[in-house]
């Protein structure tokens, strides 16, 4: 399953509510698709599983929605830290896959 | 806490081998399959290879099947990646972490580097 993310990068402000985009090329399966925050330098983070369901200790600016081919992930004001590349990923079939990213840069 | 750390990277020659070790600390190791990832220098993520809580089933990635083998010791909780027939485009920090069988991968070891190069 190829995972296509966009924008490729989103100029943003601190504040600003941002939305990022996956689109699978076929259904994923029982929405086992998941999102990952990672920083330069760092490993990544998860942030949502199964689609919509925030990971332990993720603050609930973070949400994420969709279901079959059309997943977004939504970060509701954008704070400092929050800068950074997104990625998606889908772990309902094997080979498991990664979307190519989106970067959230301080515009 | 919880905690995974890699380690045996390093600058290896074309066709040269390296095995990665990733030691588990915190958790029930045996309560969770476990997973490699790279992450070649400016690039994106690159799922590898899974493995079981029993090592009963494993998975690969095309790009690295038949090359690559995932193993893990459950008595040691550790999990192992013994890589061959390394190529530059294998260049990349490689990263372990812990999936719930259903579910994703919740924690991330820090990354070990592994560059192939003549």
């Known amino acids: 399953i190829v995972l296509t993310q966009s924008p490729g990068t989103l100029p943003l402000s601190p504040g600003d509510r941002a939305t990022l985009s996956c689109r699978a090329s076929q259904s994923v399966s029982s929405s086992y698709l998941a999102w990952y925050q990672q920083k330069p330098g760092q490993a990544p983070r998860l942030l949502i599983y199964g689609a919509s369901s925030r990971a332990t200790g993720i603050p609930d600016r973070f949400s994420g929605s969709g279901s079959g081919t059309d997943f977004t992930l939504t970060i509701s004001r954008l704070e400092p830290e929050d800068f950074a590349v997104y990625y998606c990923?889908?772990?309902?079939?094997?080979?498991?896959?990664f979307g190519g990213g989106t970067k959230v840069e301080n515009k | 806490q919880v905690q995974l750390v890699e380690s045996g990277g390093g600058l290896v020659k074309p066709g040269g081998s390296l095995r990665l070790s990733c030691a588990a600390s915190?958790?029930?190791?045996?309560?969770?399959?476990m997973t490699w990832i790279r992450q070649a220098p400016g690039k994106g993520l690159e799922w590898l290879s899974f493995i079981s809580s029993s090592g009963a089933t494993i998975y690969y990635a095309d790009s690295v099947k038949g090359r690559f083998t995932i193993s893990r010791d459950n008595a040691k909780n550790s999990l192992f990646l013994e890589m061959n027939s390394l190529r530059a485009e294998d260049t990349a920090v490689y990263y372990c972490?812990?999936?719930?069988?259903?579910?994703?991968?919740?924690?991330w070891g820090q990354g070990t580097m592994v560059t192939v190069s003549s």
């Open positions: 915190g958790f029930s190791f045996t309560d969770y399959y």
């Open positions: 990923q889908q772990y309902g079939s094997s080979p498991l896959t």
């Open positions: 972490a812990r999936k719930p069988p259903t579910d994703a991968f919740d924690i």
